[in-house]
């Protein structure tokens, strides 16, 4: 027998309820989980009748926010991780799936910034940008390949607009000591079409939001941000429903 909860739709501001029951929600990872783009997210996929695994490295603000979720009547569970690393990567699905079950959403919004100056910038350095933007999301996808067969499920990526071939965002990038993030961001929108064409027709849809202005409320944001993380949540949501395009860009 199924046990019941109660979903209140909140977040996208209207007063619907639904009521699911537990052993047909689904699940999505929320990786690199803080203020922003990642908490609109687990807003709106809570509101559409998800369990919520949320993933970062700071213990507290996870506990802290998974413990607010619970008190809406969402199943959510805290993951501390280090993402830079694979390993951490991989286990954090065995975790997620153990508190949760089969994992139906992986949503990839963990990102570092350093090597600024890539003329100046350790190798180490650099490659931990990397790990963080490619590696670890790619050992992510491979230990949830099962669940997201089955459940026919979804990788959704954040993405930045320092990774597109521009010469004035190549610029930017340069002025903003962004350099190695923008090589990372350029990795992962490869990444993103190679993995969406690699597993269509496994069922698997994957896409990414390219951000290409900043975000209110998050660290980027000087208190000239223009664009809201709930609009941003809500085009994640879209290409999850939608499950063709495979990339948007706002």
């Given at each position: ?105 992986l949503h990839w919004n963990a990102y570092a ?27 992510a996808v491979q230990a949830a390949l099962p ?12 993405n930045g607009g320092l990774g597109m071939l ?85």
């Amino acid at each position: 027998m199924f046990r019941w909860r109660v979903v209140h739709r909140s977040a996208l501001g209207v007063s619907n309820v639904a009521v699911l029951p537990l052993g047909m929600a689904k699940t999505i990872i929320i990786n690199g989980f803080g203020t922003g783009i990642s908490s609109a997210v687990a807003e709106r996929f809570a509101a559409e009748g998800f369990a919520l695994a949320l993933v970062a490295r700071n213990a507290d603000r996870l506990a802290s926010a998974a413990k607010a979720f619970q008190g809406k009547g969402v199943r959510a569970e805290a993951i501390p991780a280090d993402l830079s690393q694979p390993e951490a990567a991989r286990g954090v699905i065995e975790k997620a799936r153990a508190a949760l079950g089969p994992i139906g959403a992986l949503h990839w919004n963990a990102y570092a910034g350093g090597a600024g100056d890539l003329t100046t910038a350790p190798a180490g350095e650099l490659r931990a940008v990397y790990d963080v933007a490619v590696t670890s999301l790619v050992a992510a996808v491979q230990a949830a390949l099962p669940d997201l067969r089955k459940e026919k499920g979804a990788v959704l990526v954040t993405n930045g607009g320092l990774g597109m071939l521009d010469r004035k965002i190549d610029a930017m990038a340069v002025q903003w000591n962004a350099m190695g993030l923008g090589v990372a961001n350029a990795a992962k929108l490869k990444l993103v079409g190679l993995l969406a064409e690699k597993l269509r027709g496994d069922g698997i849809y994957v896409g990414q939001v390219m951000v290409t202005g900043t975000v209110k409320g998050t660290a980027w944001d000087n208190g000239s941000a223009t664009l809201e993380a709930s609009m941003i949540a809500g085009k994640f949501w879209e290409l999850y429903q939608g499950r063709s395009t495979p990339s948007v860009t706002v």
